[in-house]
Nanobody, 125 residues
Framework: QLQLLESGGDLVQAGGSLRLSCRAS????????MAWFRQAVGKECELVAA???????VYPDAVKGRFAIARENSKSMVFLQMNRLTTEDTATYFC???????????????????WGRGTQVTVSS
């Protein structure tokens, strides 16, 4: 059974950068689409980045050009590089996974069935 553990969350000033890490255990992530979601206080959980088994990535407009997701299957790691952070990026960030038959497809929306516990990112003005 795949388990996910996020790390790297911190307090950072607006304009700064952070790199989040997601360490997987239990199974190889090569069979999984991986994603990062976030949830701010009082707001719904939203997708911030997703990466298919073959490395294709998608981002919502809110983070496009600032965030980058990457995966290292051999190390069972997924990363989220976040640049030019704003106070709007303050949230708990979650790593998620879904087993996929195809290598290039991504699950629709938030249909991921394995989640980590999250790591807090706070951006100060």
């Amino acid at each position: 059974q795949l388990q996910l553990l996020e790390s790297g969350g911190d307090l950072v000033q607006a304009g700064g950068s952070l790199r989040l890490s997601c360490r997987a255990s239990g199974r190889s992530i090569k069979w999984y689409a991986m994603a990062w979601f976030r949830q701010a206080v009082g707001k719904e959980c939203e997708l911030v980045a997703a990466i298919s088994r073959d490395g294709g990535a998608v981002y919502p407009d809110a983070v496009k050009g600032r965030f980058a997701i990457a995966r290292e299957n051999s190390k069972s790691m997924v990363f989220l590089q976040m640049n030019r952070l704003t106070t709007e990026d303050t949230a708990t960030y979650f790593c998620a996974a879904r087993w996929m038959v195809t290598t290039s497809d991504l699950p629709s929306g938030s249909v991921y069935d394995i989640w980590g516990r999250g790591t807090q990112v706070t951006v100060s003005s």
